[in-house]
């Protein structure tokens, strides 16, 4: 297509764009933004843990705070002198018995009722038949007789970190579990707390006050705790009976899994998993569990955090890929338009950018390359033409050496026919001399047919200068057999001779001779063979300094010194050598030899090449 589609130019620009940015602005924004919230979560997930957890030991302390004082409570009571007395004396009468129920017995259980507030019930549990029960605060039980009650202490949990003796604290039960005895409430769940009253003659257990905590006012603590994320606090006694739970449908896992540790323990009720937080409870032998979801402490609204974070990043993203396509796009098309018709032919096309850029850079040198490439089609078409005019002159002027050699043929006939040997063995190395140069579209030409061109030269400069030059050609023993195989440029050693015939013997006209030396040699590498041509004469000569300085202007870039005149086709030494350049390049070699009054002599080097035409 002439044109590129501009919806695809818009993708493709927009895809780029997009994709940089993503990868430049939007990925690493985003990763910054979740790890960033993830160490907001974390961090507030570790706060809100260390919250709760200051929480689960407040709530230890306040039921610690309870029970101890319940278990301050039944020690006294215990270990008081009169209530031990009331119960070792032997009953003297009824009516001393009732006035001590009345005036001491009651009196001091409720005034302990009446100091501890946590205490829904006191009861002074014996097992003499003689008293009676009383106002269900002193209770007569068989199972001091039959040893039941040392059985149900034992079966409850014994706690000796009390000052004034061991107090036993019995699991979640029902209020009227002991023998004989029912209970105010009945089903009401309570915790009971016995303190043993032992006789002071005999050391025997004869009675026991028992203090009754609600589960409700147990509990109380931890429901008082603020749970807003799904979170489960129960209160477990030590026989896996649940006091206190604020999911009744959570199945709490048994006691001996649990462990008091800031780690905390993976718990999975249903799909939803949880880390569990453990507190004992030294004094009852009860656990606080605290669940805490594993998605908790805001987790989730740091995750729309992320996501509108995300979202804003990406729209931010593609407004600023927007803003960067409109900045340049414009100024793309612009040198897109311009290549398009370049494309059609018209290499005066312009893209015109005034950004200040790398697409004014490229504008610029767009600009360059097609005025260049429009020159050069204009030299291009130049030299067509030129080419064109040269090939018909070279067929014009073909014509009229064509008709000179056939009137010198008619006259070499002529002066045979006149018995003329001299005047028809002139004309006839004049006819080989022209044929020789009319045949120009043969650019090489083999070492025997050059050296016969000189020869033929030679010959007619003798027969004008009555036999002035001596020519002598030296051929080495390898190279006399391999004249016909080996090629030269065409007029490489005619002009060299002439050179010399014009200047050398200016001032000479005696003992002139020209001496031809060819022989074959090695390059510099010694890895190629190399022709050496080398053509002396005993003239003039010139000083070494004058020599040297025309080799350097005959190998110059300038037009330098042409020795001959340029009645002959234009060729001269500079002609020579770079023609040898453009054909041989590096691998030849025109050298320059020569002193005053001695001669002079140029050597030419060129590569040994076999049977080139052209």
Same mark, same amino acid.
């Given at each position: 297509?002439?044109?590129?589609?501009?919806?695809?130019?818009?993708?493709?620009?927009?895809?780029?764009?997009?994709?940089?940015?993503?990868?430049?602005?939007?990925?690493?924004?985003?990763?910054?933004?979740?790890?960033?919230?993830?160490?907001?979560?974390?961090?507030?997930?570790?706060?809100?843990?260390?919250?709760?957890?200051? /929480?689960?030991?407040?709530?230890r302390a306040s039921i610690e705070e309870r029970f101890q004082l319940c278990q301050q409570t039944a020690s006294i009571l215990a270990h008081d002198s009169a209530i031990t007395s009331f119960l070792e004396t032997p009953i003297i009468s009824e009516a001393r018995m009732v006035q001590d129920t009345l005036q001491t017995m009651i009196p001091k259980t409720n005034n302990a009722r009446l100091m501890n507030k946590y205490? /829904?019930?006191?009861?002074?549990?014996? !097992?003499?038949?003689?008293?009676?029960?009383?106002?269900?605060?002193?209770?007569?039980?068989?199972?001091?007789?039959?040893?039941?009650?040392?059985?149900?202490?034992?079966?409850?949990?014994?706690?000796?970190?009390?000052?004034?003796?061991?107090?036993?604290?019995?699991?979640?039960?029902?209020?009227?579990?002991? $023998?004989?005895?029912?209970?105010?409430?009945?089903?009401?769940?309570?915790?009971?707390? $016995?303190?043993?009253?032992?006789?002071?003659?005999?050391?025997?257990?004869?009675?026991?006050?028992?203090?009754?905590?609600?589960?409700?006012? +147990?509990?109380?603590?931890?429901?008082?705790?603020?749970?807003?994320?799904?979170?489960?606090?129960?209160?477990?006694?030590?026989?896996?009976?649940?006091?206190?739970?604020?999911?009744?449908?959570?199945?709490?896992?048994?006691?001996?899994?649990?462990?008091?540790?800031?780690?905390?323990?993976?718990?999975?009720? !249903?799909?939803? !998993?949880?880390?569990?937080?453990?507190?004992?409870?030294?004094?009852?032998?009860?656990?606080?569990?605290?669940?805490?979801?594993?998605?908790?402490?805001?987790?989730?609204?740091?995750?729309?955090?992320?996501?509108?974070?995300?979202?804003?990043?990406?729209?931010?993203?593609?407004?600023?890929?927007?803003?960067? $396509?409109?900045?340049?796009?414009?100024?793309?098309?612009?040198?897109?338009?311009?290549?398009?018709?370049?494309?059609?032919?018209?290499?005066?096309?312009?893209?015109?950018?005034?950004?200040?850029?790398?697409?004014?850079?490229?504008?610029?040198?767009?600009?360059?390359?097609?005025?260049?490439?429009?020159?050069?089609?204009?030299?291009?078409?130049?030299?067509?033409?030129?080419?064109?005019?040269?090939?018909?002159?070279?067929?014009?002027?073909?014509?009229?050496?064509?008709?000179?050699?056939?009137? +010198?043929?008619?006259?070499?006939?002529?002066?045979?026919?006149?018995?003329?040997?001299?005047?028809?063995?002139?004309?006839?190395?004049?006819?080989? $001399?022209?044929?020789?140069?009319?045949?120009?579209?043969?650019?090489?030409?083999?070492?025997?047919?050059?050296?016969?061109?000189?020869?033929?030269?030679?010959?007619?400069?003798?027969?004008?200068?009555?036999?002035?030059?001596?020519?002598t050609i030296d051929i080495s023993a390898d190279m006399a057999e391999s004249l016909d195989n080996y090629t030269i440029i065409k007029y490489m050693l005619q002009p060299i001779v002439e050179n010399a015939l014009k200047h050398a013997f200016r001032n000479k006209n005696e003992d002139c001779s020209i001496n031809v030396e060819i022989s074959k040699t090695l390059n510099e590498d010694g890895t190629d063979d190399m022709?050496?041509?080398?053509?002396?004469?005993? !003239?003039?000569?010139?000083?070494?300094?004058?020599?040297?300085?025309?080799?350097?202007?005959?190998?110059?870039?300038?037009?330098?010194?042409?020795?001959?005149?340029?009645?002959?086709?234009?060729?001269?030494?500079?002609?020579?050598?770079?023609?040898?350049?453009?054909?041989?390049?590096?691998?030849?070699?025109?050298?320059?030899?020569?002193?005053?009054?001695?001669?002079?002599?140029?050597?030419?080097?060129?590569?040994?090449?076999?049977?080139?035409?052209?």
């Amino acid at each position: 297509m002439s044109r590129i589609k501009k919806g695809k130019w818009k993708s493709s620009i927009a895809t780029k764009l997009v994709g940089t940015i993503l990868l430049t602005i939007y990925i690493p924004t985003f990763i910054c933004i979740y790890f960033v919230a993830q160490f907001l979560m974390h961090y507030e997930k570790e706060n809100y843990v260390r919250a709760m957890d200051s /929480s689960l030991v407040q709530v230890r302390a306040s039921i610690e705070e309870r029970f101890q004082l319940c278990q301050q409570t039944a020690s006294i009571l215990a270990h008081d002198s009169a209530i031990t007395s009331f119960l070792e004396t032997p009953i003297i009468s009824e009516a001393r018995m009732v006035q001590d129920t009345l005036q001491t017995m009651i009196p001091k259980t409720n005034n302990a009722r009446l100091m501890n507030k946590y205490v /829904s019930s006191i009861r002074l549990i014996h !097992g003499d038949q003689d008293i009676v029960n009383a106002y269900n605060i002193i209770i007569y039980s068989d199972g001091f007789r039959n040893g039941d009650w040392k059985k149900r202490l034992a079966a409850c949990y014994a706690d000796i970190s009390t000052s004034l003796g061991r107090v036993y604290v019995s699991s979640l039960e029902d209020e009227n579990v002991y $023998y004989q005895v029912t209970g105010t409430t009945p089903n009401e769940k309570v915790i009971h707390i $016995y303190s043993p009253i032992y006789s002071t003659a005999r050391n025997n257990l004869i009675g026991v006050v028992e203090l009754s905590m609600e589960d409700e006012i +147990l509990a109380e603590p931890c429901s008082n705790i603020t749970l807003k994320n799904g979170e489960i606090i129960q209160l477990i006694d030590y026989k896996n009976n649940v006091i206190f739970s604020s999911a009744s449908e959570f199945l709490a896992p048994n006691t001996q899994e649990y462990s008091e540790s800031n780690t905390p323990r993976l718990v999975t009720r !249903g799909n939803i !998993g949880y880390h569990a937080y453990y507190k004992h409870i030294d004094g009852i032998n009860s656990w606080i569990a605290l669940y805490i979801p594993q998605n908790v402490s805001g987790s989730n609204n740091y995750i729309f955090v992320i996501v509108a974070m995300s979202s804003i990043s990406f729209l931010i993203s593609i407004l600023i890929c927007l803003a960067i $396509y409109k900045l340049f796009s414009s100024n793309i098309q612009i040198l897109t338009n311009a290549i398009n018709r370049v494309k059609t032919g018209d290499l005066n096309a312009k893209a015109i950018v005034k950004s200040g850029d790398e697409i004014q850079y490229l504008a610029e040198h767009f600009n360059d390359m097609t005025s260049r490439i429009n020159i050069l089609m204009q030299n291009i078409k130049t030299a067509n033409e030129t080419e064109r005019e040269a090939i018909y002159k070279s067929l014009e002027i073909q014509m009229k050496p064509h008709f000179l050699c056939n009137a +010198l043929d008619f006259i070499r006939m002529s002066a045979e026919l006149q018995n003329n040997t001299t005047i028809s063995e002139s004309i006839q190395l004049i006819m080989n $001399y022209f044929n020789y140069n009319m045949n120009r579209r043969q650019h090489f030409v083999t070492l025997r047919d050059e050296l016969a061109n000189v020869k033929d030269f030679i010959s007619i400069y003798n027969i004008i200068n009555h036999d002035k030059i001596e020519c002598t050609i030296d051929i080495s023993a390898d190279m006399a057999e391999s004249l016909d195989n080996y090629t030269i440029i065409k007029y490489m050693l005619q002009p060299i001779v002439e050179n010399a015939l014009k200047h050398a013997f200016r001032n000479k006209n005696e003992d002139c001779s020209i001496n031809v030396e060819i022989s074959k040699t090695l390059n510099e590498d010694g890895t190629d063979d190399m022709i050496s041509i080398g053509i002396e004469d005993n !003239g003039e000569g010139m000083e070494p300094d004058a020599c040297t300085a025309l080799a350097d202007s005959i190998k110059g870039d300038s037009a330098g010194i042409v020795i001959v005149d340029k009645s002959h086709n234009g060729v001269g030494l500079q002609n020579i050598y770079h023609r040898m350049r453009l054909v041989y390049m590096e691998k030849c070699d025109l050298r320059f030899e020569s002193y005053p009054n001695v001669g002079t002599k140029v050597t030419v080097v060129i590569p040994a090449y076999r049977d080139k035409t052209g």
